[in-house]
């Protein structure tokens, strides 16, 4: 069964740093466009970061550009989201999700075909 799990989420203050954790199971990642999406309460679903499997093709959404970085160990098994200066507007649940296929620019995937379940993270004096 094809699954994806994120972990890492948390409450932190104005300032601090999460690194959150996307584990998949039942397939390799080496093969899909891995995005990082949240969404807070009340607003609608943001892209925040994706990253396919080439050098330099991460990106980022322009609030969190110098921030946030994305990362994946095909390895591991697993594409990582270092989240540094956080702020409360990043306030949201996290979801990783994944496109089969590799793509020159990730910005471009608009329908992941598998989700994980979420991770709270909550920046909060």
């Known amino acids: 069964q094809l699954q994806l799990v994120e972990s890492g989420g948390g409450l932190v203050q104005p300032g601090g740093s999460l690194r959150l954790s996307c584990a998949a199971s039942?397939?390799?990642?080496?093969?899909?466009?891995i995005g990082w999406v949240r969404q807070a309460p009340g607003k609608e679903r943001e892209k925040v970061s994706c990253i396919s499997n080439t050098a330099g093709s991460a990106k980022y959404v322009d609030s969190v550009k110098g921030r946030f970085t994305v990362s994946r160990d095909n390895a591991k098994n697993t594409v990582y989201l270092q989240m540094n200066t956080l702020r409360p507007e990043d306030t949201a649940i996290y979801y990783c999700?994944?496109?089969?296929?590799?793509?020159?620019?990730?910005?471009?995937?608009?329908?992941?075909?598998?989700w994980g379940q979420g991770t709270q993270v909550t920046v909060s004096s």
């Open positions: 999700a994944a496109f089969p296929g590799l793509v020159s620019d990730c910005r471009g995937v608009n329908e992941y075909d598998y």
């Open positions: 039942g397939f390799t990642l080496d093969y899909y466009t």
